[in-house]
Structure formats: structure tokens, C-alpha cells
């Protein structure tokens, strides 16, 4: 799914969410509900990658408002650096000190044991923590259940942006039911190629793959190079994370089968434009696979429909992403947009299901499970 | 739905999953993750109607394997007796006291705020004190949210049971998003009507009206007496709850349109049998709508089928429950089984809802939430 133009999408939207927030509104009826511990938040540093804005002392925090128009006050400032920097200036206990990150880069989320171990929470959007080796993932969970007093981590937006993904698997493992599987459709722009390549109704045209794939960067539902997309990479995060929490050990988003969308010859040629130029040429083999799916059902109309599934069998231990061809009755099919869906097969639900779908990508639902995450730290930490 | 024979189903369901998931077990491989604070919970009295079994102090608890086989060891007790006998025997702060409501009592429910009052958390599975009169709703809110060491309630499962529906829409609110329109199918035993009487694929042959409802006692699907589903009044309630959350003001069940699927002649005829035996001459009108729905398509097996779905406008202020006729791709439409689904349409989530669908019944995951819910209020308060 795009990102909001410029850097900091997610973070932007979310310290913008935040104002809102922490901001009493007296002219509106319907004024969003402010949590408990709002108005006690101070924004001390927002970092960028060139730059950073600090709050010299916790008396004089940054503004929630004025923050995007401040330019960075300091150099660019590394973990460790910022870890000494936030525990002298903000020393616990006394004060609750909580990261946000909301980048996708690994040196960060390589630094989320040392946050975690001097005492800091962390909220977050990044999956690399959780999706490259198993041992920083092992590393971060052993430090928050350590003892009753671990600092936090949170990262719901992680999978599935702001819906309820991750707090929904935690609670089927936490009360004791047992999850055999789950499958999902887990890319907001897979989903809407997929959606518009193999309708479930058919009324509208139906065209050649490739075109899907134009129109779709075109209107930003990919990244600027669609390859980014297609080579099902970031499906594979978000299955390892699920998996993991499931308690399934996985090497990375490389260990297991990940069907790639995109045709081998063009897998490193040029850019982008030079990508989607040659394309056309393979949409043969798509068309071939489409006609297969539709010849699977029982009449005209009535064939079986494509779609870019991920799925974590829990009890065979096995994890793969692909294409597959599914029922019109299924709940995939019959998927619209660039929703996502996430199907969790469990002992308690039995037959059927618990299944949760919608926008699963975008800087505005994915700050909103950001934000969802910083509440519950606060209800935990209390804040006063 | 049906509960699980004799009294207290969902009660003792809670009770056999808290003992497993205090147990440590160390046989299997895949024991349920055991939650942080789970070995401190005391199991200090098991209350029916009828009886009351107490611990005498909190150096002997009772047994959480054993407590089903004792019977009660003094009389029922009273809500009034009942906080003065916890308050007393365990005196906060140095414990917390969890109240778990597993009954459908109205009495219990009008208590919320004595307990609440008392310091006395309170996790509920009991729709009554949430779909009953504004005013109980208001105050026990009202004492829960008034200064930030007060006593939680959680009630997560008075609507959809395990499933994440309220955490769901409390988040959505808490982090600013808007709410437009709430949505869903919220009974067990007409979504499986609904879905057997209109598939979404004709395969199967078509039966009149009558013949499910039969079918639906004869397996439990429904209450004993059909009458208590087919009222509506049990959709109208956790429809309350929602709008309640979401802000609304509705004076309770009755106090907007709620189609009732009992013709009105046999609304008070006789008992489940009679009613059952005199049912089938209204096939007709059932039939017709079927009808209805089904030339609304756009040809042969394209038409549209009925759900029975309510329906919180909060832009509007309206509220109702009806039947209503779907269009094939509706999720509504593709529900099978018994499954609930309750769609959440928002401004951020935008024009697609995010949905949760599932098992909405059953003592299993009716329990299950309840367990979710002490795990969320023992995460708040700590337990050491």
C-alpha cells in the first residue's frame, strides 16, 4: 500500500492524532473520546533519519502543534545515544519513557532490547523486529516477561495496521484455546489486484493482469515499484509474526515457501517504468491460471476465484504464501477493495472461523494501531 | 442459542478454563500460554441461586479443580451481604476483588454500581445492566471512569461473546476515529436460520420457514422456546450495548423498531410444542419474501437473500432491527453456520467496514471472553 508523500507517514499522522487527542475541543458535539492519562503526555523528541527535535527538559516539551513546522534542533541522534540521553534526562522510575517507532528500519529495531532492558516501552509500526531472525524476536519477548515489572512492547500495526490482529491472536493463546491455523489475505494491494483481476461478480470487463498492476501504482495501492509488492515479501513478515506469536519458530520471511508475483526475467530488470513496460508480456501465464480457477466450478460463472493467500498451520508446522484458488463461498472471495482479511482456525470457534477484515494498510488506520497501542500502555503504566 | 445443559454452563465453562490455565502443566508440548499473575488468583466463592459456596478466609481458597463436587456450604447470599462479606473478609487495597458475573440476572446487574462502588472490579458476560435503562448504564460508567484508581468493569462478552467486538469499537473511539454505522448479524440461532432457509449457494434443497425452526431447537440452536430468538429482543439488547459504547442515549430494548419473527397470533399460544405444531401455516408469508428477495437479482441465482440484521446509525441517531434483503457479495450474505458478524463503518477505515465475524454463542467462547476480560483487569491492576 502507498505511503502518505514525504518521510514519516505513519509518524506524522500519528503525532497529528495525538493533538486531536490531548486537545480539549469545546465547539463540537461529537469531540473524540480523550483517554485517561491524555493530558499527562509530553512529546520530548521526534527523531528523523537527518535529524532530530529535542526537548531540553521535561518542563519545557515539545508542542504537539508546532512540532512539523520546528526544524530538527540537533543532528540525527543513534540508539544508544538516545537511550542515555532519554534515561538521564527522564530518569525512571519517575517518569514512564515510551518509543514510537514508526520507520521500517532495522537498526532500530535492533535496538529494542537495549531500549526495553534501560526500562523503556516501546510502541510500534516496524515489523523487522518481529520478522527477520527468531532471536531478536526471542530476545524482546524474554525481556517483557522477565518479572511483573518489564517494561512494554506493543506492535498491533505490525500486522494488519489498526485492526485488531495480533491483540485477538494474544487472547485465543492467553485463554487457553488452542489455534490450529491462520490464513489470511494479508496485503491491501495484492488484495486489490487480485479483487479486480478476478471479481466475484462479474460485471465488470475483465482485463489482462499487467493493466491491474498499472492502474494500481498508478493510484498508489502499491509501492512506486510494484515488484516491492508483488514479491510477496511483505506477506511473509506479517505470516512470521503471527506465526511467532503462536509460538511457531521461524527463521525469517525467507524459510519457508513465498510465492513471487513477479516473472523471474524481469525479477532485476531497470526500474520501475522499464518493469511495468515489459510486463504485458506474462500476462498470458496469469490468464492461463485464471481460466483454470474459473474452470474449477460447477457452471458458467460459478468457477473457483484467485487469491494471494498467506497461511501458518499450526499443528503440521508448516508456513507458506500463495496463490490459490478458493470457493465463491469463501470469505476471500468475496474480499472488495484492498481489504484484508485474517481467518484464525481455533479449538473453541470449531467450524467456522473467527475472522477479522478490513483496511489493513494507509497512514491513517496504521497510526490508529499505533495510537491504540500507546493507550494501553498508559492503562498499564498508569500515568499521573 | 442453546446454553450447555444445567445450570450455570457458562459459569462452570469459565471455572474448568481458569483451572487449566492456572495448572502448570508439563506433559504437553503446546500447553496454553499461562498469563502473567495467573498462579495469585484466589478462588474465594462460587455463587448460585440457590446456594453459596465460600472460603472461609483467603488462607484456604477454594480448590478450582474441586469446587464443582462441594456443594454449597451456606445459603444463597444476597449482593448487599455479599460486598459487605468481601470487603470485609478481604479488605482492599491489599487485594484486589474481582466479581465474575456468568448469570443473566437483572438483580445482579442493578448491584454493578454497589460493587463498583465497594471497590470491587467487575468482569460480566450478563447483558442486562448494559441494555437495560440508561441510567444504570450512565452511573456504572460513571463510577468507573471517575478518577483514574477506580474499580473496572469489562463486558466484553454481553455482545458476540469471545469475539473482539466492544475492545474493538472502544478502541476505535479512544483513538479518535468516527464511527458512522454499526451493522451485524447478532444472533447465533437466526444467522443459522437465515443462512439455512436463503444459502448463498442453492445446492441444497429449499425447506419452508417452519422446518428450520424445527430443526434449529432439535439442535439446540435455539432456546427451548424458539419464541426467545425469534423476539428480536435478544439482537435489540447487545444492539443497545453497542450504540451505548459508541455514545448514544437509547432509554433500552424496547425503545426502538425491532421486528419480531413470531406471527402475531402465536406470540402467546401455549408452550414451545404448540407454538412449534401451529407455526407451519405462516410458511406462506415467510415463503413470499423469499420470493421478494430472490427477483431483486439480476438473474437466475443471482438474486438477493434475507438476513436479520440490526442496525445503529449514529450519524443519524437511528436504530433498528430487522430483516432485511442482502446482495449476494454482502458479507452478510456469505455467513454460514451459526456465525455472528458485526461490521464497524468509519471514517478512517473508510468506504470498506472492518468486520469481525464469527462463533458470537456458546459457552466455550462465551467463557473465553469472560477470561480475556480478568486477564485485561489483572493486567490494569496487577497482581503480586
Request: aromatic fraction near 6%; charged fraction near 20%; glycine fraction near 8%.
Amino acid at each position: 500500500m502507498s505511503k502518505t508523500p514525504g518521510p514519516g507517514g505513519v509518524g506524522s499522522t500519528f503525532l497529528t492524532q495525538l493533538h486531536q487527542l490531548t486537545t480539549k475541543t469545546t465547539t463540537t458535539t461529537t469531540k473524540p473520546s480523550r483517554f485517561s492519562g491524555a493530558e499527562n503526555i509530553n512529546l520530548v523528541a521526534v527523531l528523523r533519519s537527518k535529524s532530530s527535535l529535542r526537548a531540553p527538559s521535561i518542563d519545557s516539551p515539545l508542542s504537539l502543534e508546532g512540532w512539523s513546522r520546528e526544524e530538527g534542533n540537533q543532528p540525527a541522534i543513534e540508539p544508544e545515544q538516545l537511550t542515555t540521553w532519554l534515561t538521564s534526562t527522564y530518569p525512571p522510575p519517575h517518569r514512564s519513557i515510551i518509543i514510537i517507532d514508526t520507520t521500517s528500519s532495522s537498526l532500530i529495531a535492533e535496538s529494542y532490547p537495549l531500549f526495553l532492558r534501560s526500562g523503556i516501552h516501546v510502541v510500534t509500526a516496524n515489523k523487522k523486529a518481529f520478522s527477520s531472525g527468531q532471536s531478536l524476536f526471542d530476545e524482546i519477548y524474554r525481556i517483557t516477561t522477565a518479572d511483573p515489572h518489564h517494561p512494554l512492547v506493543y506492535h498491533e500495526s505490525s500486522v494488519g495496521a489498526g485492526m485488531p490482529i495480533l491483540s485477538t491472536l494474544r487472547e485465543l493463546l492467553a485463554t487457553g484455546d488452542r489455534v490450529h491455523k491462520i490464513e489470511g489475505v494479508m496485503s491491501g494491494s495484492l488484495s486489490f489486484l487480485f479483487n479486480n483481476f478476478m471479481p466475484l461478480t462479474n460485471k465488470q470487463e475483465l482485463l489482462p493482469w499487467s493493466s491491474h498492476v498499472l492502474e494500481a501504482q498508478r493510484l498508489g495501492y502499491t509501492e512506486p515499484d510494484p515488484r516491492d509488492d508483488l514479491s510477496g515479501l511483505d506477506v511473509a513478515r506479517k505470516l512470521v509474526i503471527l506465526a511467532r506469536v503462536a509460538g511457531m519458530k521461524i527463521d525469517g520471511p525467507d524459510a519457508f515457501p513465498v510465492q513471487s508475483l513477479i516473472p523471474k526475467p524481469l525479477a532485476h530488470v531497470g526500474d520501475a517504468e522499464e518493469f511495468l513496460k515489459r510486463l504485458p508480456a506474462f500476462d498470458q501465464e496469469m490468464e492461463a491460471l485464471r481460466l483454470e480457477a474459473e474452470a474449477e466450478g460447477e457452471g458458467e460463472g460459478e468457477g473457483k476465484v484467485l487469491r494471494y493467500v498467506g497461511t501458518a498451520d499450526l499443528d503440521s508446522g508448516q508456513i507458506e504464501v500463495k496463490m490459490v484458488r478458493v470457493a465463491r463461498e469463501s470469505p476471500f472471495a468475496g474480499l472488495r477493495g484492498s481489504a484484508n482479511l485474517f481467518a484464525f482456525w481455533t479449538e473453541r470457534y470449531g467450524s467456522e472461523p473467527l475472522v477479522v477484515q478490513g483496511a489493513g494498510a494507509g497512514a491513517e488506520v496504521t497510526a490508529m494501531g499505533v495510537m491504540g497501542d500507546l493507550i494501553k500502555v498508559i492503562e498499564r503504566v498508569g500515568m499521573e
